[in-house]
């Protein structure tokens, strides 16, 4: 049996506009512009202003994102959606503006068009490998086998993969029936290519494959060759005195052969890596400048592109509002520019409105840490959580989380992500809250200090602390400790 109820629903609902906002805020300044330039390519209406002036339909539009307006992006492209178009919003506004091609001179270039994108030209760590086999004496068959067992390299240069594995993978891909014997042949090949080390199981083997390629007269090679292979556990766990005890060494000779086994790279395809992943740098949202003591913040250029509506399309409305026939396909034209234009709109409103928000969060936080812009030391900053940056801004905490985790500010102390400058309190004796980031320096500036030959254990660590007045206890240290990626005691130790 059917029914009728009525009921009351408290719901929230983001517009496109608002959605297009959250999803710009996101974007980092590396990739903002191949964002703007899908846009560009998706909407004719919208394009560069060459001359830098603000158009006029994309003023003072703001206020529909914070609003929350609820106007569908897609018009439905009825006849009631054309009658209620007003021609006149979209073509009388700037009519009398002269147009920027006649301001130009034809006698000197745009400024950009000499400018040229160098293309950087790279080997990889696997090309680097294949080139080597490609001056080996080899057939076609053991080639092909080779080219599979390098495949299988991981980025830090190890061959990680079982024997047997190659077979299977070299038998369902390839075609080819090898024998485990005929595989191992050839990763020994490998391994005297091109970095020492490579195509090894683990580090022991890597380790002792760039010893043995070293001087074979050298007594601290020798030395080193025997602690990896009859102590490599004890090695790795810095019981130099169970090795200096059962090897009946010296300790300059222990140190000599320690000092050789630390020149080795433990990751001989790591160079490379690093290499490939050279323009995945940085590219910083802001910039901060302490002009005589005071703190000047700017936004990067690139977060900040002139765009505009596009003149071809308002010129288009205005030849269809002088005209007197109105037939349905310049109808079906007149909404199709309409909804073109809207789109343009939005998104020039999307990108002010993202400027407006990433220089509010950055204000907020520079005021908030302003001594430790001045200085750069982080003792000096304060406790400071997502929610103190939004009761600041107004901004929603998820709003300022977005700018938080995905942009940059560079300062005269280096580049740093938003997200560096947020951290809990700690009491100290006094009752004053103090920053973790604080306590972590302190921290990490003690173990940079210590005597190596006895680091300092996580027990002195917080008695240390704990007498500057900080109440911390011993499994904090330790997580601070972690976090800082330093190793416990015993593994600091050096001869």
Known sequence: MLKQTQQQKLLQKLSPQQIQLMKLLQV??????ERIKEELEENPALEYSEDGQEDELSKDNNEEFEAGTEEEFEPDGSENEYDNIDISEYVSEGDDEIADYKLRDDNYPDPDESRTIPVRVETTFHDHLLTQLGLQTLD?????????IIGSIDDDGYLRRETSAIVDDLSFSQNIQAEEEEIR???????????AGVCCADLKECLLLQLKRKNPDD???LTAISILENYFDEFTKKHYEKIQRSLNLSDEDLREAIGQIIKL??????????????ESYVIPDFFILNNNGKLELSLNSKNAPDLRISEGYREMLKEYDRGDKKDKRQKEAVLFIKQKIDAAKWFIDAIKQR?????STMEAIMSYQHEFFLTGDETTMKPMILKDIADITQLDISTVSRVANSKYVQTEFGTFKLKFFFSESLSTDSGEEVSTREVKKILSDMIGG???RKPLSDENLTKMLQDKGYNIARRTVAK????????????????
């Open 265 to 278: 790279n433990p990751k001989p395809g790591g160079n490379y890596s690093l290499m490939n992943k050279a």
């Open 219 to 221: 007594p601290g090679i």
């Open 450 to 452: 210590e005597n190596k």
């Open 480 to 495: 601070y400790r972690e976090q800082l990626n330093i190793p416990v005691a015993r593994l600091r130790k050096e001869l």
């Open 355 to 359: 400027q407006h928000t990433l220089l």
């Open 185 to 195: 042949q050839l990763i020994k090949l490998i391994q005297t290519f091109d970095p």
């Open 28 to 33: 980092p300044t590396a990739n903002l512009e």
């Open 140 to 148: 076609d068959r053991e080639r092909r086998i080779a080219e599979q």
